[in-house]
């Protein structure tokens, strides 16, 4: 009796970042604005969050809208085109329409046909859990090209009236597209979730739970709530942690960074890590969350494409990503930029 067989895996690819594009919905949002729902000022929302004006959507700047703005956008930078895309992974969890996926509308948007077409649900870590299996993906030869993009809504699931979260937040999307490179680009991956605290950031009625019902006894429909003092205790020293490990994993110390580009949750937090990382005076720390708000998984590529834009960063820089929030979930790896 003859078996087949199978073929011999291809020689393992090296995967880098070739293009990144950004997003940003039209309507600019001031703390001004923000603090005619919430007993709050400007001065106060600066002093907790360094924000001072965010994002909101309109109705017509969906998230399969943004998605496929930014993801056009990184095409382009990366001279890719839409058939030769293998993969296209969202991350994201502010699609509301629980099926179909988020991906395949996307790639359908910026005419990928054929392609493998998923949603990562992370939260705020979701864009770098994406990264991770897109770089593998081409690692193991399954895809030579992926695009990846970060999309949210976030104002979809704000409570304006929340004086904890309601300052915080806004909406965009940022993509990267990623092929073979002569070397390695992508470091290892740090990654995990403590599900113990899984309520520290959370949505507060499921939607089953909520039909959009009115009356006394009706459920508020869903919106997010977080126990900022815990998340922030949780991520301004936790997250240090696995930000050196992700540095230990690629062979690096903080002095061979060009930039650090943690999600962009709020600037005190951004500071606090900046300074435990002990980062030298010449690593660019974004700080897109001022100008953005906290936009979760679109935060880190919606930063990238700012340093980038701005000219911060030249190619070839080195840049130490990390995602972290709900779930509590955290992915971290270190990045060559295009």
Known sequence: M???????????AHPGILG????RPHRVVPNEEICR???????????????????????????????????????????????????????????MQQTPAAAPRIADRVQIRGAAAFDVSAGCA???H????????????TSRYVLVVGAERMTDLLDVTDRSTAFLFGDGAGAVVLGPVGANAVGPVVWGADGAQAD?????????????????????????RQDGQRVYRWAAFEMARVARQALDAAGLTPADLDAFVPHQANVRIIDHLADRLRLPSHVAVARDVETTGNTSGASIPLALDRLLQEGTLAPGARALLLGYGAGLSYAATVVTLP
């Open 2 to 12: 003859t078996h087949s067989t199978l073929p011999a895996p291809a020689r393992t």
């Open 126 to 128: 979701g864009f770098v």
């Open 37 to 95: 729902h919430i007993d709050s000022s400007d001065e106060w929302i600066r002093t907790r969050s360094g924000i001072r004006t965010r994002r909101w959507a309109s109705a017509e700047e969906t998230l399969v809208a943004m998605g496929a703005h930014a993801a056009g956008k990184a095409l382009a930078q990366a001279g890719v085109r839409a058939d030769q895309v293998d993969c296209v992974i969202v991350a994201t969890f502010t699609h």
């Open 200 to 224: 520290a950031i959370a949505q507060t009625t499921p939607w089953n739970e909520w039909h959009g019902t009115t009356g006394e006894h009706a459920a508020r429909r869903p919106a997010l």
């Open 20 to 23: 990144v594009g950004g997003y």
């Open 130 to 141: 994406a990264l991770a299996l897109a770089a593998d993906a081409i690692r193991a030869g």
